[in-house]
């Protein structure tokens, strides 16, 4: 892979220690990934990007996992941020159309 470092390098798909992409003990990765570990994404925009769930879940896990994930964003906000800390949000699939979430009722 450290041959394709200048193609994949500056696309970000350059596999990363800190994002949990590289790891010695791949045997733990599985297993936490499997326990349920997401990971949350910032984009440049202050979008918070993370996985909930696989079409396959019904609708009552999937709901479980938008408030597990949201209860952990709001955990960490940071105590210099004032007013609301989210503002919007959405569902949506890989590639479909977002589907708006009503964040004063979560």
Same mark, same amino acid.
């Given at each position: 892979v450290g041959r394709?470092?200048?193609v994949l390098g500056p696309r970000g798909l350059m596999p990363n220690p800190k994002?949990?992409?590289?790891t010695p003990d791949t045997a733990k990765a599985v297993s936490e990934i499997k326990g349920g570990k997401i990971e949350f994404r910032?984009?440049?925009?202050?979008?918070?990007h993370f996985v909930v769930g696989k *079409?396959?879940?019904s *609708?009552?896990?999937?709901?479980?996992?938008i408030s597990a994930a949201l209860e952990e964003i709001v955990r960490?906000?940071?105590?210099?941020?004032?007013?609301?800390?989210?503002?919007?949000? *959405?569902v949506s699939t890989t590639f479909g159309p977002g589907i708006p979430l009503d964040v004063n009722s979560i």
């Open positions: 394709l470092g200048k994002t949990g992409t590289v910032v984009d440049k925009h202050s979008n918070v *079409a396959s879940f *609708a009552e896990q999937l709901n479980e996992n960490l906000k940071p105590s210099s941020s004032k007013g609301r800390y989210i503002t919007k949000g *959405a």
